[in-house]
């Protein structure tokens, strides 16, 4: 694909395709599989200014997407914000190799030769197998390939159980993420070492008299719902935790989650509803979920009733967000979401019989767009 004729009058433009690249580098080979996303806003300033040029320089970006160079993100916003206000620019991983012929930037030297000669300089400090850590680099900001090798190394002195989030702190100069999603890695490196799981913390507000359990998957809308809004869930127990996906296999032990109480009906009810979590029954309790109406959100929802059985779909909120869906539209188109993969079935008819064709047809849609009355 050849570069647009205007490219290199657009000094904006080109640095923010600069920056999508320097992003590109930055990224170990696993996280190039996904969408790099950067604040539309921040790295086009015009934007700011609102006028004919901001309407110039976005009638540009949405050429690159139409080309397939980026993908726009819009964001919720009033009907007199112009449409690029809160909007992400996404650069697929098939953009990388345009966008370096475009800016005539090569590739960082051997950066990946470079990983594997420190972890290799390293390989008698870690107890286990390698090989997972020469695939897959880790990135610090400011951080060289050696002097990140050297710290991870420094795990092996720990004796005592910890999180991951506490090995990471301890190695990474106090940044306690760099190990998420990393436990397989070290495990492997480190198979002496005893790994905590963090203890998801569940939000339970309970009524006076529960009609059932009712999960939610956004905290905006199990605050609001709390309050009484909309007036249709105060009869159920309604249970809110944040990473819903992440946590959906340890959420019923006793070590992987922490309740936490709220509501006229804790006094009588917590107790009984504390026996039921915790002894993993699928039965005697009606449960429902209510979340965003999109891929990840049935996907919960298929985890749930993994977890606590006979799960469905809470149709009075999903009725209306369909609806809304429908008259409406998305708000992102499915060909333009980043890791959302279809889960073809729920085992909830509603769901796989309604909400997840219509998801297919239409795209989706955010829960606190909708207010259920």
Same mark, same amino acid.
């Given at each position: 694909?050849?570069?647009?004729?205007?490219?290199?009058?657009?000094?904006?433009?080109?640095?923010?395709?600069?920056?999508?690249?320097?992003?590109?580098?930055?990224?170990?080979?696993?996280? $190039?599989? $996904?969408?790099?996303?950067?604040?539309?806003?921040?790295?086009?300033p015009?934007?700011?200014?609102?006028?004919?040029?901001?309407?110039?320089i976005?009638? *540009? !970006? &949405?050429? *690159? @997407?139409?080309?397939?160079? *980026?993908?726009?993100?819009?964001?919720?916003?009033?009907?007199?914000?112009?449409e690029?206000?809160?909007?992400?620019?996404?650069f697929p991983? #098939?953009?990388?190799?345009?966008?370096?012929?475009?800016l005539?930037r090569?590739?960082?030297?051997?950066?990946?030769?470079?990983?594997?000669?420190?972890?290799?300089?390293?390989?008698?400090n870690?107890?286990?197998?390698?090989?997972?850590?020469?695939?897959? $680099?880790?990135?610090? #900001?400011?951080?060289?390939a050696?002097?990140?090798v050297?710290?991870?190394?420094?795990?092996?002195?720990?004796?005592?159980?910890?999180?991951?989030?506490?090995l990471?702190?301890?190695a990474?100069?106090?940044d306690?993420?760099?190990?998420?999603?990393?436990?397989?890695?070290?495990a492997?490196?480190?198979?002496?070492?005893?790994?905590?799981?963090?203890? !998801?913390?569940v939000?339970?507000?309970?009524?006076?008299?529960?009609?059932?359990?009712?999960?939610?998957?956004?905290?905006?809308?199990?605050?609001?719902?709390?309050?009484?809004? %909309?007036?249709?869930?105060?009869?159920?127990?309604?249970?809110?935790?944040?990473?819903?996906?992440?946590?959906?296999?340890?959420?019923r032990?006793?070590?992987?989650?922490?309740?936490?109480?709220?509501?006229?009906g804790?006094?009588?009810?917590?107790?009984?509803?504390?026996?039921w979590?915790?002894?993993?029954?699928?039965?005697?309790?009606?449960?429902?979920f209510?979340?965003?109406?999109?891929?990840?959100? &049935?996907?919960?929802?298929?985890?749930?009733?993994?977890?606590f059985?006979?799960?469905? #779909?809470?149709?009075?909120?999903?009725?209306? &967000?369909?609806?809304?869906?429908?008259?409406?539209?998305a708000?992102? #188109?499915?060909?333009?979401?980043?890791?959302?993969?279809?889960? @073809?079935s729920?085992?909830?008819?509603?769901?796989?019989? !309604?909400?997840? %064709?219509?998801? $297919?047809?239409?795209?989706?849609?955010? @829960?606190?767009?909708?207010?259920?009355?």
């Amino acid at each position: 694909m050849t570069a647009p004729v205007w490219l290199q009058d657009e000094p904006e433009i080109r640095a923010l395709l600069d920056a999508a690249l320097d992003r590109f580098d930055a990224l170990s080979g696993e996280a $190039r599989s $996904r969408n790099t996303w950067l604040p539309a806003v921040r790295f086009l300033p015009a934007l700011e200014r609102n006028d004919e040029r901001a309407d110039q320089i976005w009638a *540009l !970006v &949405m050429q *690159l @997407q139409r080309s397939g160079i *980026l993908n726009a993100r819009l964001a919720r916003r009033s009907p007199y914000d112009a449409e690029w206000v809160g909007a992400k620019l996404g650069f697929p991983a #098939a953009s990388e190799e345009t966008l370096r012929e475009w800016l005539q930037r090569t590739p960082p030297v051997a950066v990946q030769k470079q990983w594997r000669a420190a972890v290799q300089q390293q390989a008698c400090n870690f107890s286990g197998n390698i090989d997972l850590l020469l695939q897959k $680099r880790i990135v610090v #900001a400011g951080r060289t390939a050696e002097e990140v090798v050297a710290a991870l190394a420094g795990l092996a002195a720990i004796e005592q159980p910890a999180t991951l989030r506490q090995l990471s702190s301890h190695a990474f100069w106090g940044d306690s993420k760099v190990l998420d999603d990393r436990g397989e890695l070290i495990a492997t490196l480190f198979p002496q070492l005893q790994v905590l799981d963090r203890p !998801v913390v569940v939000a339970v507000h309970l009524p006076l008299a529960p009609a059932g359990v009712l999960f939610i998957e956004n905290q905006d809308t199990y605050t609001a719902a709390v309050a009484g809004e %909309p007036e249709a869930l105060l009869p159920y127990a309604l249970v809110y935790m944040a990473g819903f996906r992440t946590a959906a296999l340890r959420i019923r032990a006793r070590s992987g989650a922490c309740l936490h109480f709220g509501g006229a009906g804790v006094a009588a009810h917590a107790a009984d509803f504390e026996s039921w979590w915790f002894s993993a029954s699928t039965q005697a309790r009606a449960a429902m979920f209510w979340g965003d109406l999109d891929f990840a959100g &049935m996907q919960i929802l298929k985890s749930l009733r993994n977890r606590f059985g006979e799960v469905c #779909a809470w149709q009075p909120g999903y009725a209306r &967000m369909l609806a809304a869906l429908k008259q409406q539209g998305a708000r992102i #188109a499915i060909e333009e979401a980043s890791g959302q993969i279809d889960p @073809q079935s729920t085992g909830c008819d509603y769901a796989d019989e !309604v909400l997840l %064709p219509a998801i $297919r047809t239409h795209g989706f849609r955010d @829960q606190e767009s909708i207010a259920v009355r």
